[in-house]
């Protein structure tokens, strides 16, 4: 049982470029979140989804999108880096309770 | 939602207690208040959440006031790896697309 699994742990891009991060899950949950976390900073809400094949925006959606095709995967999309995306990305699943909700090791993305 | 307001840091002896407070002073009568921590460089980690009772399990205790507009967390013999930031979060609970807040939390620091 892996938990939450976030790919990759480190990236590089360079302003313009596009890439995807990729969250897994083996615990059956419905809900997955996608964070970010700025230094200092507590976490802020991108995107999440309540279920497969459905996605929401949350607090700072701007500039990603995501896609939920199977209900263990949920992917986090940038289109074209830009420097203020440089973040740590955490993806989380849960039942959809507050107290439930597990979190990924996450995903240090630096845009040059 | 409530605001909450956290110390930015603190610092405890390693075997004694950690108290960690928080005030939310605008909660409302559904909101229950939720602790989460994050150790370096992981992602967060749920330690416990009351609605008005005192709680304890196996990593914490909670204790709300009576008129629940500030709370403590209690780690009863905090050790070198409970070494975090840790959040308090207040929000409507139950089940449904929930979604975390998180503030700056205060950062924890245990010294041997």
């Known amino acids: 049982n892996a938990g939450v699994t976030q790919t990759p742990k480190f990236r590089v891009l360079k302003t313009g470029q596009s890439m995807t991060l990729l969250c897994a899950q083996d615990m059956n949950h419905e809900y997955m979140y996608w964070y970010r976390q700025d230094p200092g900073m507590g976490l802020r809400l991108i995107h999440y989804s309540v279920g497969e094949g459905t996605t929401a925006k949350g607090e700072v959606p701007d500039g990603y999108n995501v896609s939920r095709l199977k209900k263990q995967n949920f992917l986090l999309g940038l289109e074209s880096a830009a420097p203020s995306q440089t973040s740590v990305y955490f993806c989380?699943?849960?039942?959809?309770?507050?107290?439930?909700?597990?979190f990924g090791p996450g995903t240090r993305l630096t845009v040059l | 939602d409530a605001k909450t307001t956290q110390p930015t840091s603190m610092d405890c002896a390693e075997g004694r207690a950690a108290n960690l407070p928080c005030n939310h002073s605008t909660i409302s009568g559904n909101e229950y208040v939720y602790w989460y921590r994050q150790i370096h460089s992981q992602g967060p980690q749920y330690i416990i959440h009351g609605l008005k009772n005192n709680e304890t399990n196996e990593m914490a205790s909670l204790i709300i006031t009576e008129d629940r507009k500030s709370s403590t967390l209690i780690l009863p013999h905090a050790t070198l790896r409970d070494t975090a930031v840790y959040y308090c979060?207040?929000?409507?609970?139950?089940?449904?697309?929930?979604?975390?807040?998180f503030g700056q939390g205060t950062r924890l620091t245990i010294n041997p």
């Open positions: 979060i207040v929000r409507v609970g139950g089940a449904g697309a929930q979604k975390l807040v």
């Open positions: 989380a699943s849960g039942t959809g309770r507050l107290n439930e909700q597990f």
